[in-house]
């Protein structure tokens, strides 16, 4: 077995032992989901926003990854599920599978599920927000990616980068640019899939095959995770901490993403004036959900982060967090 393997084994088994790894943040709770305002309605739509890019891998597939899994090159957007030892099925919370938006079960409302999609509960290791306004983005990387972090490296600030597996083998060179430059480097899942409708081992080999293009691409394991569509119980929670890794939500939502479809009628114009009423409102706290895949959204974000925010955090820096669990020489 590849050195870097049993190096990941041992990283996992270490973080998930040591709670100081995981911060304290709240206690269960739940905000409202019937505001009125589109600003403050942080419930993810049941719409597929931006999937991920249509391109060939180009990374090559590690040997030690081969000698693991037996497989010789990266899956498509349905990976298989390899079995990890370290993963305990009786530590798995029996919380009810259920689709995006589908959310009449009365067992999500309770604290036993907390279902952040379904009602904006959050556990006591989620980040949910920050002592400072602060950008994040999510699918990439993309070919624009850069572009939006020149954007920052002009304004002398890191961001944090939620990716996708699929992504990062297609696009590994902006990838380790991305991370060359001291921003932080988030898994998003393997392919945007909505985890709570998936089997656990399904999960798992979302969650695993990510890692694994991240550690393949860049040499290291992630810390932060961010599900698609914020689609997280406390079930996919419990196989998430078996990994080491803390959940990133948000507390506003830019919907970017609408722009792309004219018939939302969101133009850049509606997101600048949103932000800047949150700004007030929340008193330039928070943890603001952005998108780095399409160039109108990264445009977006480059005008965020240059006229509107004076200073921003990366994740770990909100929680005082640690930026990887394990980064390899």
């Not at 999937?51 to 899956?75: A, M, Q, R, Y």
């Not at 290791?125 to 850069?146: A, H, I, R």
């Not at 597996?165 to 998003?188: E, F, K, L, T, W």
């Not at 709570?196 to 080999?205: D, E, K, R, V, W």
């Amino acid at each position: 077995m590849n050195i870097l393997w049993i190096l990941f084994i041992a990283a996992v088994i270490c973080v998930t032992g040591d709670r100081q790894g995981f911060p304290r943040l709240s206690s269960k709770f739940s905000r409202s989901p019937s505001s009125k305002n589109h600003e403050t309605d942080i419930i993810p739509k049941p719409i597929n926003r931006l999937v991920p890019i249509k391109s060939n891998p180009i990374l090559p597939f590690p040997k030690w990854l081969t000698d693991f899994t037996g497989l010789k090159e990266w899956p498509g957007l349905d990976p298989p599920y390899i079995p990890l030892d370290f993963i305990d099925f009786n530590k798995i919370i029996d919380t009810p599978r259920h689709q995006q938006a589908q959310c009449s079960n009365p067992m999500l409302r309770t604290p036993t599920a907390c279902s952040f999609d379904c009602f904006n509960c959050v556990d006591f290791d989620d980040v949910y927000t920050c002592p400072k306004l602060s950008q994040t983005f999510d699918d990439g990387p993309s070919p624009y990616t850069l572009k939006l972090l020149d954007s920052f490296n002009a304004t002398n600030t890191k961001t944090t980068l939620f990716t996708l597996g699929i992504n990062i083998v297609r696009h590994p060179d902006v990838y380790r640019q991305s991370h060359a430059r001291g921003h932080i480097m988030g898994s998003h899942t393997w392919s945007h899939q909505f985890l709570p409708g998936l089997s656990n081992q399904q999960i798992i080999a979302q969650i695993q095959w990510s890692i694994w293009a991240m550690n393949a691409t860049a040499g290291h394991l992630p810390k932060w995770f961010r599900p698609p569509y914020g689609g997280i119980d406390n079930r996919v929670r419990s196989i998430l901490r078996q990994f080491g890794m803390q959940a990133v939500l948000w507390d506003f939502d830019t919907f970017d993403w609408k722009m792309l479809d004219s018939t939302n009628n969101r133009k850049e114009q509606d997101v600048y004036n949103d932000v800047k009423r949150f700004q007030v409102r929340n008193q330039a706290k928070g943890i603001m959900l952005e998108h780095d895949a399409i160039l109108k959204t990264v445009n977006v974000g480059i005008e965020i982060n240059k006229n509107i925010l004076k200073e921003q955090l990366t994740i770990p820096e909100c929680v005082g967090g640690i930026n990887y669990i394990k980064t390899f020489q």
